[in-house]
């Protein structure tokens, strides 16, 4: 069975361009966590899904970050009008259930706006 | 913000010893798990203790957990040169969302 896959592996954008990051969990996981990590720190939380529900949306930095998820399968992290300190490696998790599980994480996006 | 505080930071050793991490936590949790991340690329889950549990095992590693001092410890024992990397403490305050520290970075010298 594949792990979490996510895509594209690095992207360089402009200033002000918008992305999307793609996240395709394992099958079967309901619950999908995106997170941001800067260089040499820890992971931040941004969004958590359970289902194509978005319960907790609270760790989005901004409105310029939107996530959706369909199909309770593939999500999609969107980021508009980018800026630099947007810069980071975002991780997407899939875990069964709920936080009282693991997670598994996928291998990243490496974003990195010039 | 973050929950948990990994310490050290960083912590270089030879192959063959032991390498010990500590995570300080504020709140009360559920559980407690620790998550090694390679070339800060994905991260692996290593091991999960529960609140009501004191210590656990899993091959080379050993991880206790003291809720009255909010903290937690990872051993790896008898480090390899592939040990090398990044761990991470996560806990959780409610169902589903996970609070990472900063993580304590690896090296193990051959």
């Known amino acids: 069975g594949a792990g979490v896959s996510q895509s594209p592996s690095n992207k360089v954008t402009e200033k002000g361009k918008d992305v999307e990051l793609r996240c395709d969990p394992i099958?079967?996981?309901?619950?999908l966590y995106w997170y941001r990590q800067r260089l040499g720190q820890g992971l931040e939380f941004l969004i958590y899904?359970?289902?194509?529900?978005?319960?907790?949306k609270s760790g989005l930095p901004s409105d310029r970050f939107s996530a959706e998820r369909t199909g309770e399968s593939v999500s999609t992290l969107t980021i508009q009008r980018t800026q630099q300190e947007d810069s980071a490696v975002y991780l997407c998790?899939?875990?069964?259930?709920?936080?009282?599980?693991?997670?598994?994480f996928g291998p990243g996006t490496r974003l990195t706006v010039l | 913000s973050q929950q948990g505080e990994e310490d050290p930071q960083a912590l270089s050793i030879q192959e063959g010893e032991n390498a010990t991490m500590n995570c300080s936590y504020k709140?009360?949790?559920?559980?407690l798990q620790w998550y090694r991340q390679n070339s800060g690329r994905g991260l692996v889950h290593l091991i999960l203790?529960?609140?009501?549990?004191r210590e656990k095992h899993s091959g080379r590693l050993r991880v206790t957990l003291d809720t009255s001092k909010k903290s937690s410890s990872l051993l790896i024992t008898a480090s390899r040169a592939a040990d090398t990397a990044s761990y991470f403490c996560?806990?959780?305050?409610?169902?589903?969302?996970?609070?990472f520290g900063a993580g304590t970075t690896v090296t193990v010298r051959a």
């Open positions: 998790a899939s875990s069964p259930r709920t936080a009282y599980n693991e997670q598994f």
């Open positions: 709140t009360s949790i559920n559980n």
């Open positions: 899904f359970q289902g194509n529900s978005a319960p907790d």
């Open positions: 996560a806990t959780d305050s409610n169902d589903y969302k996970l609070s």
């Open positions: 203790i529960r609140s009501n549990e």
């Open positions: 099958s079967g996981h309901t619950a």
